[in-house]
């Protein structure tokens, strides 16, 4: 059978999958038992209590092992919290007199204690509600038994399947063994899809029922995930296996073919240059950046190291991150950007209220221009690290000329406090902006006389220009960055930028950077730098290295005269020349 949801991350894989399922845990703090049942209630909490302590020693023992300090941290709160009797006795004693049974109790001790630390006025306090959820989710498993899987380390080499896979789980997922994953939920530019095309994993997401058929199979059964076309194959024949695989080899074939070009300039045949960097998420990334040839790094993605842990890391640790990614660079140019917290990215000790519309809501900048604790902070680390090589600082989600001033002069503010401590820092850095809302891209003019820089962020600009939620699969059809009114855009911010000479320059960082389709149209328009995922990146280079900037400038021309988005694909792959068309997966 097969299914099709957005091809979300390139590549073509096989093999047995893991499916997640949703779990709703049933309330049972109305529920009643008789007296001959306590003794036995009260017991299945003390065994269930005792299994918690196990596991989560044994989770911890790993972390440790694996050199993984800041979760074996949380593991050891967890410990220290289920050693709690205040918790425990509690439990026992709703069993004896409210005649509860014991995952009742469990479920009415846990809500009254994390109820009791949310209402605190310290922070810290209220993040703990978060833990004692957690400890009771595991109680009530255990006592239910419910086996939830542990996705930091999986069994084998796999396919991963949910409706949900959220970026944190993808920040935290066991990646020697995932081959690929699918999910019900999430867009192309979803961060799940973008993570997992920096991770080079093959990723289908808004796959409508696939974690029903996929659970119809029987144990062990093959699917295959096709991240290129978004196709799901799931209970696959032998036929169908081989004739994957021969298509398999066949891309790898070509991927390979491209690795002559690792050390070639990105210089078009008639001399044009430009900077082709790379998206990245961490420290962990500079090898494969460098593996590719990658001219720098155009988009460093640091709220990655705000997530999946329980406190904001430190200026330390956060200067080492940066340090450790700017050496590791060698002195090519390393975009940093500030935290782009918010949207489908969640940090759950910053405690942001839910919103309606959170891509429309306090994200980003907004945060950091109201938290100096967060913002001047991640500032003196990147102004120190930046002494190590060379470093740029770029802020997300600027919609106007005063946040722009605003976020500057928090710049100054972090030099000055530097000062005063007598450290080392880049006075010199570079300063500049994502230009990912429509109103920033409209006034480009305006900010480029303040901003060193601009990246365009496409997969946010796409999504604030047509009204179309990124992450919602409903609508996926309508999200199209070829829509005629971003290739505008894209030319009245690169224009200004290009005018304003010296160092200025116009890059795009957003998913549309790193599309073949859209390689020949951005060239023209005159876009200085792109920024790409490192798995693609040689086949951009190969494409930018094979057309003369005249020509792409004519497909540029020609293009911005068609009227919609499905004109200006056609014509794209059309104007694309014969012997690239190969590299288009
Ligand atoms: C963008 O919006 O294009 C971008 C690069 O930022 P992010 O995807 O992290 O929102
Ligand atoms: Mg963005």
């Known amino acids: 059978m097969q299914l099709k949801g957005v091809n979300a991350a390139p590549g073509l894989v096989m093999g047995p999958c893991l499916v997640l399922e949703e779990i709703h845990h ?34 911890r023992d790993r972390a440790s092992a694996a050199g993984l300090e800041e979760q074996a941290a949380v593991m050891d709160a967890h410990l220290m919290m289920l050693g709690d009797p205040i918790l425990t006795e509690g439990f026992l004693t709703s069993v004896e007199s409210e005649h509860l049974p014991a995952v009742g109790a469990v479920q009415k001790g846990i809500s009254a204690q994390a109820d009791i630390f949310e209402s ?9 509600a978060q833990d004692i959820r957690d400890i009771g989710r595991r109680l009530v498993n255990l006592l239910l038994g419910i086996e939830e899987p542990d996705i930091s380390s999986l069994p084998e080499a796999l396919i991963l399947i949910a409706r949900d896979i959220t970026p944190s789980m993808m920040a935290s997922v066991d990646t020697k063994n995932l081959l690929g994953i699918v999910a ?7 961060h799940t899809a973008i993570l997992a095309n920096n991770m080079g994993i093959p990723a289908v997401l ?10 119809s199979q029987p144990s062990g059964a093959r699917i295959a995930v096709d991240g290129s076309s978004g196709l799901v194959h799931i209970g696959l024949t032998d036929e169908m296996a081989d004739s994957l695989r021969a298509e398999a080899e066949r891309r790898a074939a070509v991927k390979a073919s491209l690795a002559v070009l690792k050390d070639q300039p990105t210089v078009t045949k008639d001399g044009v240059h430009v900077q082709l960097a790379a998206n990245v998420m961490g420290p962990g990334d500079v090898e494969k950046v460098l593996a590719v040839g990658g001219e720098g790094v155009g988009l460093y993605r640091t709220e990655f190291l705000f997530m999946d842990r329980d406190k904001a890391p430190d200026e330390e640790e956060q200067y080492l991150s940066y ?15 500030t935290m782009d917290i918010g949207g489908d990215k969640s940090v759950d000790y910053l405690n942001i209220a839910k919103e309606e519309n959170p891509f429309l809501g306090y994200r980003a900048l907004r945060i950091c221009l ?5 913002f001047l902070t991640q500032l003196r680390a990147i102004l120190r690290a930046a002494v190590h090589g060379q470093a740029l600082v770029m802020f997300p989600m600027v919609s106007s000329l005063d946040e722009l001033r605003a976020a500057k002069a928090k710049v100054e503010q972090a030099k000055e406090q530097l000062k005063l401590r007598g450290e080392t820092y880049a006075d010199d850095i570079k300063v500049g902006i994502m230009i990912e809302i429509p109103s920033a891209a409209v006034i480009a003019d305006v900010l480029i006389q303040e ?31 070829f829509h005629p009114a971003m290739l505008r855009l894209i030319k009245s911010v690169i224009e200004p930028a290009r005018a304003a000479g010296g160092d200025k320059f116009a890059g795009m960082c957003g998913e549309m950077a790193g599309d073949p389709r859209a390689t020949l149209v951005l060239l023209g328009l005159g876009l200085q730098e792109f920024s790409v995922g490192p798995s693609g990146l040689l086949r951009i280079r190969k494409i930018i290295t094979s057309v003369d900037f005249s020509y792409a400038k004519s497909v540029a021309d020609k293009a911005l005269t068609l009227g919609t988005a499905a004109e200006i694909e056609a014509y794209l792959a059309e104007a ?3 012997e690239l068309k190969a590299f288009m997966v």
Not at 27 to 46: M, P, Y
Not at 457 to 480: C, F, H, P, W
């Open 26 to 59: 049933p309330d049972f703090t109305h529920h009643s038992i008789a007296d001959d049942l306590l003794e036995e209630e009260k017991n299945k909490v003390r065994i269930a209590l005792d299994l918690a302590e196990k596991q989560l020693t044994a989770i």
């Open 206 to 215: 808004g796959c409508h029922d696939v974690v029903s058929v996929a659970k």
């Open 120 to 128: 605190l006025e310290d922070a810290y306090f209220r993040e703990r």
């Open 370 to 374: 109201e938290r100096d604790d967060l």
């Open 323 to 337: 340090r450790t990614m700017i050496e590791g660079l060698g002195g090519k140019p390393v975009i940093i950007r």
């Open 184 to 190: 019900e939920i999430g867009g192309k530019t979803s």
């Open 576 to 578: 694309l020349p014969e």
């Open 451 to 481: 901003a060193d820089f601009f990246s365009i962020g496409s997969n946010d600009l796409t999504q604030y220009t047509l009204a179309v939620d990124r992450m919602n699969e409903k609508i996926s059809y309508l999200y199209n960055s």
